[in-house]
């Protein structure tokens, strides 16, 4: 298996195990937490319809903002909206549509300055803004569930297209950098028929539009990990198999040559001896 040592074998071998360690320590392991993830999220989101509504001031302090045990959680708060740093949260797509998402900021009636994201508006392009009811003047008291802050991927700055401030994810610190003011880490989305709610958002965990669990996406690593395995042995096979052909055959040809005599060499051909006589002439001198 000498074969196996030659630059382009050691290349094809390091390659199919390089690609086996990905699929089993970090691609099946990420969709595996990707998928407990999920789980715990659906969890919380089972928990919070059996747990009552409490104000925010018992579930975090002031300046605290929302910790990921905390998300899904139904809170309450009462105060004002403070609606000329209002936001729209773009790109986004609810029931399969094109939407944007209206992240308001609110100052409670204690002081602290959270987001409140007031649900979303329906849109005909991903572009266009529609028209939307503006959010009540005046002190108001919100129910809705705690969540933590979105981040996007591509850190794209806010900026300002037809009137309105637009950012690509739902992050309070995304929109106190725009506005200036102090808001508290995380945002409440409000549930159904709060003061000022727009189209309620779905409780539900996103699945990105995927039609697979990350369940079955960890599975499908893990196949393709032995797979890749299985493969290189296949073609580490037929290789041997190959050589083995070649050697027969070659060993097959030796012997019917050596059988039919082809392989005896064949003996010299003397030369014929050479005519020493010196010549001589009619008159017989030499």
């Excluded at 602290?112 to 005046?138: C, E, K, M, N």
């Excluded at 189209?199 to 893990?222: D, E, I, K, M, R």
Aim: some cysteine; hydrophobic content about 40%.
């Amino acid at each position: 298996m000498r074969f196996l040592l030659r630059p382009g074998w050691l290349a094809f071998i390091a390659v199919v195990i390089g690609f086996a360690v990905a699929c089993y320590t970090l691609l099946a392991p990420w969709q595996f937490g990707r998928e407990a993830q999920r789980d715990a999220e659906q969890q919380a989101i089972d928990a919070s319809y059996h747990t009552p509504p409490v104000p925010l001031a018992e579930l975090t302090s002031a300046g605290t903002g929302v910790t990921p045990a905390l998300e899904w959680r139904q809170a309450t708060v009462s105060g004002t909206y403070v609606s000329d740093a209002e936001a729209l949260v773009r790109l986004r797509v609810v029931d399969g549509k094109p939407a944007f998402e209206v992240l308001t900021p609110f100052r409670t009636d204690d002081g602290r300055l959270i987001t409140v994201d007031r649900g979303y508006v329906s849109t005909p392009s991903g572009s266009q803004v529609p028209g939307f009811a503006a959010a009540p003047p005046g002190p108001v008291t919100l129910t809705g569930r705690l969540r933590v802050n979105e981040t996007d991927p591509q850190n794209r700055p806010v900026s300002v297209l037809d009137g309105h401030r637009q950012l690509y994810a739902a992050d309070s610190r995304a929109l106190a950098a725009a506005t200036n003011l102090d808001l508290e880490p995380g945002y409440l989305q409000l549930s159904a028929d709060q003061p000022g709610v727009l189209g309620p958002l779905p409780v539900t965990v996103s699945t990105s539009g995927a039609p697979f669990t990350n369940f079955s996406y960890a599975l499908q690593w893990l196949t393709f990990g032995a797979i890749a395995i299985f493969a290189m042995a296949y073609f580490v096979r037929l290789e041997l198999l190959q050589r083995r052909g070649k050697d027969r055959r070659a060993e097959r040809t030796a012997l019917r040559q050596a059988l039919a005599g082809d392989d005896d060499e064949p003996e010299p051909r003397e030369r014929p001896a050479r005519d020493e006589t010196p010549l001589t002439d009619h008159s017989g001198r030499q």
